[in-house]
């Protein structure tokens, strides 16, 4: 779910080959993901011409219910040209969200890059944090609440997603005082 979707704007960057990243959520966090964004294409470009514009759209949103990517009928063309291509190609999907108390109040924030709803059953079943939050008697998942949500294309693969993702956590945390979800991961051996 959305959370308070009049808040949300929607965010575009684009670099020297296009669209690098697609974004909706509030404005504070989409200067957080910008920042990240340009500083990578800073590092690894070749001067002004790699710094990505943004473009932070002032009027609401409604949320997506899916995001989908098609490349039906797209060909590669041809020989050493197609890793350039696929690199063109790929979406690295990510996403920031709060879990909240019984009153509604934000009070943990964590991030992920599969289906948010997996996510928080997730959380549910391995965080007993996020169980105590609505006092264990609402079904798993549901004091999650999406706040940003970021496709990334070309430069933006997973491993940047990921960076621009955490970015993202630790300034919500500080800007809104709220604990990181961390600890046990259900795919670690560690805990």
Not at 36 to 65: D, F, I, N, Y
Not at 108 to 129: C, I
Not at 167 to 183: T, Y
Request: charged share 20%; glycine share 12%.
């Amino acid at each position: 779910e959305m959370s308070d979707v009049a808040q949300f704007t929607a965010m575009t960057m684009q670099g020297p080959q296009g669209v690098v990243l697609q974004a909706v959520g509030e404005v504070e966090d989409h200067k957080v993901a910008g920042r990240v964004v340009a500083g990578m294409q800073r590092a690894g470009g070749s001067g002004a011409s790699e710094v990505a514009t943004a473009r932070a759209q002032s009027e609401p949103r409604a949320p997506a219910t899916a995001v989908s990517v098609s490349l039906a009928g797209a060909r590669p063309p041809g020989g050493a040209a197609l890793t350039a291509f696929q690199q063109q190609q790929r979406v690295a999907f990510g996403a920031v969200y709060e879990h909240r108390d019984a009153a509604g109040k934000p009070r943990l924030v964590a991030s992920t890059n599969v289906l948010p709803e997996r996510q928080f059953q997730l959380d549910w079943q391995h965080h007993d944090q996020v169980q105590r939050l609505t006092g264990g008697a609402n079904a798993p998942g549901s004091s999650g609440h999406l706040v940003w949500v970021g496709v990334g294309a070309g430069q933006v693969g997973e491993e940047e997603m990921s960076t621009v993702r955490q970015a993202v956590v630790d300034a919500r945390a500080e800007r809104l005082k709220l604990e990181k979800l961390g600890g046990h991961k259900p795919y670690s051996r560690h805990t």
